[in-house]
């Protein structure tokens, strides 16, 4: 089972990125699938959420401004982010979790919001 992240890159406040996790190995629709980050000197911390039947759930930090969706047909997940600011700079984690046996981790893709 393979998650394979990418997307991220380096934007000015106020952009937008989209992120793309695609899975491989296992079938992905029944699995939670997950957006996490961590910052520099900070604990990974939970973006936003989408279940199986689509429900989604956010950080309230960013709330109105990023959108987690799910392909399940292509196996991936994505998370459209806006109105970037700098304290979204982080290391991106996709998570597809179904069980915790079944719990897997992207390899992380950087982002990185400065002028």
């Known amino acids: 089972v393979q998650l394979q992240a990418s997307g991220g890159g380096l934007v000015q406040p106020g952009g937008s990125l989209r992120l793309s996790c695609a899975g491989s190995?296992?079938?992905?629709?029944?699995?939670?699938m997950g957006w996490y980050r961590q910052a520099p000197g900070k604990q990974r911390e939970l973006v936003a959420r989408?279940?199986?039947?689509?429900?989604?759930n956010y950080a309230d930090s960013v709330k109105g401004r990023f959108t987690i969706s799910r392909d399940n047909a292509r196996n991936t997940v994505y998370l459209q982010m806006n109105s970037l600011k700098p304290d979204d700079t982080a290391v991106y984690y996709c998570?597809?979790?179904?069980?915790?046996?079944?719990?897997?981790w992207g390899q992380g893709t950087k982002v990185t919001v400065s002028s």
């Open positions: 998570n597809a979790h179904l069980t915790l046996k079944n719990d897997y």
């Open positions: 190995g296992t079938i992905f629709s029944i699995f939670a």
């Open positions: 989408i279940t199986s039947d689509g429900t989604t």
